[in-house]
């Protein structure tokens, strides 16, 4: 089992910073991907970014130039640096595990996640 712990989250002012973490622990795969995912009230689950084991980065067009995932192996942690928030990113951020690589197309569909955190709250305000 993978437990994957998200931290992070709060509130914030439109065109401020934040920076969330999520920290996996439990069993380890050599290949996989971690995403970042946001849901808002009302709307389904959408994936931000993706960082893969091989190095590769997805993002939505929506974030581009903004946010940023990184990963630190050492501390089995991945970060979203999310930079420009705007009020309509409001939403419950979510880390999720995957034990595959795949394309874009697989990336950004939820289905394809083994494991998920319990998501933090993230707040921009106008």
């Known amino acids: 089992q993978v437990q994957l712990v998200e931290s992070g989250g709060g509130l914030v002012q439109a065109g401020g910073s934040l920076r969330l973490s999520c920290t996996a622990s439990?069993?380890?795969?050599?290949?996989?991907?971690m995403g970042w995912f946001r849901q808002a009230p009302g709307k389904e689950r959408e994936v931000v970014e993706a960082?893969?084991?091989?190095?590769?980065?997805y993002y939505t067009d929506a974030v581009k130039g903004r946010f940023t995932i990184s990963g630190d192996s050492a501390k089995s942690t991945v970060y979203l640096q999310m930079n420009g928030l705007k009020p309509e990113e409001s939403s419950v951020y979510y880390c999720?595990?995957?034990?595959?690589?795949?394309?874009?197309?697989?990336?950004?569909?939820?289905?394809?996640?083994?494991?998920w955190g319990q998501g933090t709250q993230v707040t921009v305000s106008s």
């Open positions: 960082l893969t084991s091989s190095g590769t980065i």
């Open positions: 439990g069993r380890t795969f050599s290949i996989f991907t």
């Open positions: 999720a595990l995957a034990r595959y690589i795949g394309s874009y197309s697989y990336v950004v569909t939820s289905d394809r996640y083994d494991y």
